[in-house]
């Protein structure tokens, strides 16, 4: 390329050389590849961003389920001792009965 007069003789002596490489039957499905592969990458990406999105939102919603479940479980824990405390019945009943 160093020795062509102007940019269309370089063109006209790298045509066979390229034109070789893109026909050649190793590289041109590895090139295909490759380019399948960089093309599909942004999708997947974006794919990858919208799943964690989803995941993070799953995230929130049940660590506020979690939260409402532990006020619910120490509300009913205080309201069982207070059933027990002022328990009225006397004498030895059956307590899965009363």
Do not use: W
């Amino acid at each position: 390329m160093m020795i062509a007069s102007d940019v269309d003789d370089a063109k006209a002596r790298a045509s066979p050389a390229l034109e070789y490489f893109l026909g050649s039957k190793i590289c041109h499905p590895t090139i295909s590849l490759a380019v399948s592969i960089l093309h599909d990458r942004p999708k997947e990406f974006d794919e990858r961003g919208k799943e964690v999105n989803h995941l993070k939102q799953l995230l929130a919603q049940y660590q506020e389920q979690l939260r409402t479940l532990e006020v619910n479980k120490c509300a009913l824990a205080v309201h069982f001792k207070q059933a027990q405390q002022s328990n009225s019945i006397s004498g030895h009943f059956n307590p899965d009965v009363f």
